[in-house]
């Protein structure tokens, strides 16, 4: 039992030294999205969906929550939003070419209409960012728009 106790002593020790480190914040500013919108000009009604439900994970501006102070959760976050800033990432948009604009807006369409975005484990803590059906048409037919400006996709017949 002493061993026992000894360990989770340890352990404790570990986990409040741990508190004093954690990754760079994703904190950059709301003007590097500026480009991504004028471009694509999303009506009202996406441009807020696009900053509740995207922008966290899919731009350079994160708004933490309380848990992020907390390691290591704050690495499983920083890891998420690496990970969806690789995928698409509203705040680098101007140095992509038509054709890699046009294969987000591919992707964008695809993972939405498939309810795959936003995550699960996202939406559990922030209910607002779950898309409603009529959310999920607003921001597929904006995506579909966009991509007959950047004229790669076909017409539709």
């Not at 508190?19 to 471009?39: I, T, V, Y």
């Not at 731009?59 to 690496?82: F, Q």
């Not at 509203?90 to 498939?114: C, P, Q, Y």
């Amino acid at each position: 039992m002493r061993k026992i106790k000894k360990i989770l002593w340890l352990l404790l020790i570990v986990f409040v030294i741990a508190q004093f480190f954690g990754p760079d914040k994703n904190e950059g500013d709301m003007a590097s999205m500026d480009a991504f919108l004028a471009e694509t000009n999303p009506p009202e009604e996406v441009r807020l969906i696009l900053k509740e439900s995207c922008s966290d994970c899919h731009s350079n501006v994160t708004r933490y929550p309380w848990y992020n102070n907390i390691t290591p959760v704050n690495y499983w976050l920083a890891d998420h939003i690496e990970h969806g800033k690789k995928k698409f990432n509203m705040s680098n948009w101007e140095g992509n070419s038509t054709k890699r604009k046009d294969h987000k807006f591919e992707e964008l369409i695809e993972v939405v209409e498939a309810k795959d975005m936003p995550l699960n484990s996202y939406t559990w803590t922030h209910t607002e960012a779950k898309l409603s059906d009529e959310q999920i048409k607003a921001v597929v037919d904006w995506a579909k728009r966009v991509r007959l400006k950047y004229g790669l996709e076909p017409l539709p017949q």
